[in-house]
């Protein structure tokens, strides 16, 4: 649970980061507490634009698809902003324009250099300890998407990994995916 006392600071870290004019083509995060800051490049772009179209593809167009977007995930002050996720139907912001995690039902994040270690560390544990049904990891430098499904107890239970070229379709949702067009580094 995100506590108010965390939501408060991350209100006023997230106030830091508007203030320091961030340069464009970079996203920051604050991750257990940490200002983070990884550029956004076009292979980044072209994998984030073909999981929308995939997600629109299967849940409608007006489907709550985000990106870029402020999430506020438990933790030690862990204010995300996922490459694309996904919010249940009829979840609405609260008085701060944010989205309970709660209401989270698919998050997926495109791997570059400096966010590898956030990727396939915190963000996983703390994705699995927020209960996302699905994390999706594309890393363009292995080629290789991983599908982590299920969690259970803060972990996930179930992992599947897909190489770049590869059709498959995520658990539960049975939504394809399709990678033959997914860049690599």
Known sequence: MVTVEDSAELDEMFALIEAMNVPAGYRAEIIEGEIVMNPQRAVHAMIIRGLNRALEAGLGIDANILWDVRIDFPGTLNGYAPDIALVKEGAEEDDRGCYDYRDVEF???VVSKGSRRDD???KLKVYAAAGIPTYLIAD???GVAHVFHAPRDGVYTDETSHTFGEKFTLPSSG????TTSWPRD
């Open 107 to 109: 998050v997926a994040e």
């Open 140 to 142: 363009p430098k292995t």
């Open 175 to 178: 939504i394809l995916i399709d």
């Open 120 to 122: 396939y560390d915190a």
